[in-house]
């Protein structure tokens, strides 16, 4: 061939395999990790829309299972589906302006809830009110929650760094765009043919 | 070969290109939802619970000098009878929290805990093993009193966090003691109906981060 550029591609660089294959893996592994954390913030959000409600866990007070960062979704129900067991997410009654989620314990004899953390030595003190219990928790996004929780410590280092990390990631996701556009231009010169289709891959 | 022929070509890369490109969103959704909801069947499938670890990231943490026993075990009191102990309560979580001072399971018999009259005082110095009542305790210099009133009250009002008494505020920065002084009087107009009474509340502090 006459052209010293790749001809497929369309790329004004040399035909380069390697470059091909570096190009198309490095976009898609940065599209799967910047995709895969948007979708967290997407699964932490969209439960919202049918009324659930997600909340940032802000202490280890039920490690090892649910941790701090983390966004949890608890689903609205009656009390009197409530269960000795079930991870519940109600008015803090030691700070009402606060949530608390902890496991109910026991459901005592006035109706009131036991309810306990699961690293908590022992049980909380105050007991819940059934009629200030939001729900019951049935999902767990992972790392959804950190930023809130960075903002809230003022761990603002943390924050400025994943930010930073995410940013240098999106121009890597379309870093393999030249063979797309490359074929594009191919294809359409190769349905019209003929001797221009070397010009417009240049150029 | 024509020019036409190659560029109907596409080399393996560029088609993983172009499908990849469309990929990337389903991709995205399907893998963050397996990890939340393998993450969810995780935490909440069972119910079993972790009673003995403490595994906080910050913490909040209470230990007293009693070694467990009892403040006072009085016996043969009568109207008068008065003595007093100290307890030193040691905060040594890293979070500023809030401690407060309730009563657990108070019992009384023929009511003398409403003929026992008892002041709660907060400062520093002595300890709970200190010999003679208190010796070296320094009242705090603002809001040194705890409680005043009598022992039947103090149980029945100050039962958990939430309507505890307020005791103080540990930084979280360093570890922090306070020295708790308990007096208590036997009142001098205790009625007779009360006598061989018996009277018992279990004192409990309480952290709770802000």
């Known amino acids: 061939m ?101 496991r109910l314990r026991k459901i ?39 930023p809130n929780l960075w903002i809230a410590e003022h761990k603002f280092g943390y924050l400025i760094l994943s930010a930073a990390l995410l940013a240098g990631l999106l121009p890597l996701c379309n870093i393999d765009a030249y063979l797309r556009r490359g074929a594009r231009v191919v ?17 | 070969m024509s020019k036409a022929s190659h560029a109907a070509r596409k080399s393996r890369p560029q088609r993983i290109s172009r499908f990849g490109v469309w990929l990337a969103v389903p991709a995205a ?43 006072f075990n009085a016996s043969a009191l009568k109207p008068g009878s008065t003595d007093s102990k100290c307890i030193v309560v040691t905060s040594t979580g890293n979070l500023p929290s809030n401690v407060k001072l309730y009563g657990t399971t108070p019992a009384t018999t023929k009511a003398f805990s409403s003929y026992v009259n008892l002041t709660i005082t907060q400062g520093t110095g002595s300890s709970f093993g200190s010999s003679t009542a208190c010796n070296g305790f320094t009242p705090a210099t603002t809001n040194s009193n705890v409680y005043t009133g009598t022992l039947a009250n103090f149980g029945s009002t100050y ?38 009474g018996t009277a018992s509340l279990g004192f409990t502090w309480e952290a709770q981060n802000n």
């Open chain 1, 108 to 146: 005592l004899d006035n109706g009131e809830l036991k309810t306990r953390g699961d690293a908590n030595k022992t049980a909380d003190s105050t007991p819940a009110d059934p009629d200030k219990v939001k729900g019951v928790a049935l999902l767990r996004v992972p790392w959804a929650g950190l």
């Open chain 2, 29 to 71: 959704l399907v893998v963050s939802g397996v990890v939340v909801s393998a993450a969810s069947y995780a935490s909440f499938s069972s119910s079993t619970t972790n009673p003995t670890s403490n595994w906080n990231a910050g913490s909040v943490t209470l230990a007293d000098d009693d070694s467990n026993s009892a403040l």
């Open chain 1, 2 to 102: 006459a052209s010293v550029n790749s001809p497929v591609t369309g790329d004004t660089r040399p035909y380069n395999r390697v470059r091909d294959w570096v190009a198309v893996v490095t976009a898609i592994l940065a599209r799967g990790i910047v995709g895969t954390i948007l979708g967290l913030f997407f699964w932490a959000a969209i439960p919202a829309v049918i009324g659930w409600v997600p909340t940032t866990v802000m202490t280890g007070s039920m490690m090892p299972k649910i941790v701090p960062g983390d966004v949890v979704i608890s689903m609205p129900v009656g009390k009197e589906y409530l269960r000795a067991g079930q991870v519940i997410l109600f008015q803090n009654p030691d700070k009402p302006s606060e949530d608390r989620l902890h």
């Open chain 2, 159 to 196: 039962t958990n966090f939430s309507n505890g008494a307020d005791t103080w505020t540990p930084t979280g920065s360093a570890t922090e003691a306070r020295t708790y002084k308990f007096t208590y009087t036997v009142d001098p107009n205790t009625p007779n109906t009360s006598q061989s």
């Open chain 1, 187 to 203: 294809r359409k010169t190769s349905r019209t043919g003929g001797a221009h289709s070397v010009e417009s891959e240049v150029r």
